[in-house]
């Protein structure tokens, strides 16, 4: 069972950026980030996958925010600029294996304040 531990949250102006990093204990592992703001549902934000290919967007992000790994350091990461106030929520890294649909893997989240 692989562990994640994110880092990188905080509080940030509007049209500021914040970068959010998730290490992994072990590797082979899809990635994503999600994130659920007060009183909303958890929302997908972006993925990538083991090789590095395909990132995929929520289309509120694209253009803002870009994901990244690096497989030496089991770490995923999700740079954020142009932030803007609705990015405000606790942002959760995920991860699932290769080939299946479900994250099943969960890190603890990070709390993202944006103010305008």
């Known amino acids: 069972q692989v562990q994640l531990v994110e880092s990188g949250g905080g509080l940030a102006q509007a049209g500021g950026s914040l970068r959010l990093s998730c290490v992994a204990s072990?590797?082979?592992?899809?990635m994503a980030w999600f994130r659920q703001a007060p009183g909303k549902e958890r929302e997908f934000v972006a993925s990538i996958r083991w090789s590095g290919s395909n990132p995929y967007y929520t289309t509120s992000v694209k253009g803002r925010f870009t994901i990244s790994r690096d497989n030496v350091k089991n770490t995923v990461y999700l740079q954020m600029d142009s932030l803007k106030p609705e990015d405000t929520a606790v942002y959760y890294c995920?991860?699932?294996?290769?080939?299946?649909?479900?994250?099943?893997?969960w890190g603890q989240g990070t709390q993202v304040t944006v103010s305008s």
């Open positions: 072990d590797s082979g592992y899809a």
């Open positions: 995920a991860a699932r294996r290769e080939g299946l649909i479900k994250y099943s893997y």
